[in-house]
Every structure is written in structure tokens, then in C-alpha cells.
């Protein structure tokens, strides 16, 4: 691995706190650039890359029929390692400071409607291990909204029962306590007890198999599969499609899109404001269908 490459690595992990999963996607970004770099010029080292550099990266990744996200990614993790490498002073100007991202279309989020949410919420099998975690996992993930990886992350010490609340350890080791419902409470005292009269052990993560053994991000996603599949047959439905209800229903009921960033762990609140497009979209779906002038338009003689 290129030295720099190296120390912005361990600078993610031990100062920024990023995730795996976002470590890796960076590491991946940078090295495919410094392979492109050692095609397209090798007498250039990685500090002595221009502005046409980077362009010339952009463009071909762009002739691969890469997606504009995908580019907009990339050019991200690149900013963000040539400004290691400035603060650092291994290099003076940064050649990515002056390129734009791609415009990006925002793919509106995938939604439950509430009347799915309560049924998915019923069909777990309650008189079951797996039903009751299952059933648990589906209250809290749509009780609080937080991200899958925060969920199977949980731990008994991150649940206070007396205030009907979690603290949620997000994105960069972020901490926010984030409140959960009564449904919640009842849903994950009724497997913890199943649990740990099974267990001779308590585990310190809250969502295990039978063995105590903690269950995956992917293990979720295929839990949540195999109930969705019952209720529609749209596809894409997955953990985050819980995340993006959770926040919907509560813009819909009125809830101020600033706690509702709070929720979510967001650190902007333009990331949040995607929830207002998605009820907009649903009021104007509602008014072409309930107003009667709201389909052709008169014909003027």
C-alpha cells in the first residue's frame, strides 16, 4: 500500500472513527486512483497530481458508465485524502479544491405505508425465540429510525427502560439518545427474558441467535426479506426502508424536521429535508386523485 494511502487509512480509523464499511470504500477510491495514475503517467507520483489529473480520472470513470453517484463518491474520498496530504504538508495545493461534484439526482427513498408497518409489526410468530427477536427488531428499528448497523450494534447497557430511551453510538462514534415507544419496550422486554432464561450468559449485544451468537447486518436484511415478500411484491424494500418510514410518518404527524435530523443522527439538515419531498410527492399524488379538476385540462372554445 502507498505510504500516505497508509497513514490517511489509520488517520480515518484512530482520529475520524469512521466505520469499516466507509474505511474500505475510501481505501478502495484512492487506490483505483493511484492505479489509473500509474497508467496515465507514471512518472507522476500521487502528490505531484494536477487538477487535469483528477479531471482525467473523472473522465474515465465516466467512460466506464459509472453513475454520477458513483463519480460524485469517488471524487469525495479523493478530496478528502489530498486535504490529509495538505494538512500534513506533503503537498501545498490540493488539485481537488477547484472541481465541482457531479450533479447527483436524488432517488427518493422507498416507503412502508403505516397500514404495512402495523401489519409487518404482527406477523412475526410470538411464541417463538426467533419471532419475538424478530419482533423486536422491527418495534426498535422503527420506534427510534436508527441504521441497521447501529441496531446490531446495541448493547444491554445502551437501553434505559426507567426513561423510555437508547443511546445510539452513530456514524464517527456519535452518541445521541434517541426515545422509543411503549410497543418498543413491551417487544424487547418479552425477547430478553426468552433470551436469557435460554442463555447461561448474558451477551453484551442485545440481538443474538439461540447461541448468543450476535446476528449480522446481512442477517437483518434477510430477516426483514423473507416478512416483506408476505405483505408486497415491490422490490428494494430493506432496513433502511424502516429508517426512511420512521421519518416520513413523523413528518407527516407534524413532527419539526430539526428533531427528526436529531433522530436520524444526520449532521445536516439538508439530508433530511429529502422526507419534505417525499410528502410533497405524496400530497400531490393525493390531489390528483381527490381534486376533480386536478386531472385533464378543459378544453377553452
Known sequence: MDKNLEKFILTLEVDKKYSQNTILSYK???????????????????????????RHFLGFLSEKDL???SISRKLSALRMFYKFLQV????????????TLPKVEKNLPKLLSQEEIETLLDLPNTETFEGLRDKAIFEIFYGTGMRVSELVNLTLGSINFANETVKIFGKGSKERIVPFSKKSEEALRNFLKIRDGILETKPEKIFTNEKGKPISRVKVYTILKNYVKTITDRKGISPHTLR???????????????????????????????????????LKKSYKQAHPRAGKRETII
Open 67 to 69: 453513475k454520477a453517484k
Open 244 to 282: 426512511h418510514s420512521f421519518a416520513t410518518h413523523l413528518l407527516d404527524a407534524g413532527a419539526d424536521l430539526k428533531y427528526i435530523r436529531e433522530f436520524l443522527g444526520h449532521e445536516s439538515l439538508s439530508t433530511t429535508q429529502i422526507y419534505t419531498h417525499t410528502s410533497i410527492e405524496k
Open 88 to 99: 500534513n504538508r506533503s503537498i501545498e495545493k490540493n488539485p481537488t479544491s477547484s472541481l
Open 28 to 54: 478502495k477510491d484512492v487506490e483505483q486512483f493511484l492505479e489509473f495514475m500509474e497508467s496515465y503517467d507514471s512518472s507522476l507520483s500521487v502528490e505531484q497530481a494536477d487538477r487535469n489529473s483528477i
